[in-house]
């Protein structure tokens, strides 16, 4: 399996929001599937949550549920996140499409 990844953010210069949104599904050194979620403000380093998985069927579920959680940040932050960068999740749902 190839690393996928997906970056999103959420701007909004009004409310002074600028959120960025990081996912990466890969294995480790032993071949452990990992996903990998990095947030924070647009620019900086952010916060890395490490999660591994039992298979590729978990960690589709759980990018899914991510994504959905992104979809509704309208409501929770003021601001849409946009899909900025991809490779892979070519199998995933638009779920944020404008």
């Known amino acids: ?13 009004e409310l002074n929001v600028y959120r960025s949104w990081r996912c990466e599904l890969g ?18 380093t952010g916060r890395t949550l490490r999660h591994a998985m039992p298979d590729e069927a978990a960690a589709a579920r ?11 940040a309208k409501k ?9 960068e991809r490779s892979g999740f070519d199998d995933l749902p638009e779920l944020l499409a404008a």
């Open 1 to 13: 399996m190839e690393t996928q990844w997906i970056v999103l953010q959420a701007i909004n210069g």
């Open 27 to 44: 294995r480790d050194l032993f071949g452990v599937l990992v996903v990998s979620v990095t947030f924070g403000r647009v620019a900086r």
């Open 62 to 72: 759980f990018v899914r549920h991510a994504l959905a959680r992104r979809a509704g």
């Open 76 to 84: 929770r932050c003021g601001a849409s996140y946009r899909v900025v």
